[in-house]
């Protein structure tokens, strides 16, 4: 996938329906989603195509569970952060073990981060590391108990 910023572009209601449907089932066939908001396997191709290019889509990924492993320690921390260079931040968080998903968030928090771990030592060490920093004012973790979607 591109690594475009999103499009200022509105997306319609069948544009946000398809993202809901690939959100659930990201393997779903372009046949699969047409029959589900009623349009053409064609039509909708070229909306998800769309959505690639301008980079509302920024790709797809596979929840991966090793057969035999533990099962792993998910957790969301909400971050409040005193810098002002919040990019150099989020590349730090980045390069951490487990972290997957780093979102800009409004309200309390300045940013939700996913972290995974195989054990809770890991994962109590990559939340350690962010209370570490500096420029790290406080964190929230909520440990994931079940995963439902």
Not at 2 to 30: F, H, K, V, Y
Not at 117 to 145: F, G, M
Request: proline share 3%; glycine share 8%.
């Amino acid at each position: 996938m591109c690594g475009m910023a999103p499009t200022n572009r509105q997306l319609d209601d069948l544009d946000l329906r398809i993202l809901e449907l690939l959100r659930r089932e990201g393997r779903a066939s372009m046949a699969d989603l047409g029959r589900a908001v009623g349009l053409s396997r064609t039509a909708v191709l070229a909306r998800v195509q769309r959505m690639e290019r301008s980079g509302v889509i920024r790709g797809y990924h596979a929840d991966v569970a090793e057969p035999g492993a533990a099962t792993a320690h998910r957790a969301r921390v909400g971050i409040v952060h005193r810098t002002t260079d919040v990019a150099g931040y989020v590349r730090r968080l980045a390069a951490l073990p487990g972290v997957s998903e780093i979102e800009t968030v409004t309200g309390e928090y300045d940013l939700f981060v996913l972290v995974t771990a195989p054990t809770a030592d890991a994962l109590d060490k990559v939340l350690d590391d962010i209370s570490r920093w500096r420029e790290t004012v406080r964190t929230t973790t909520w440990v994931v108990l079940r995963r439902y979607v």
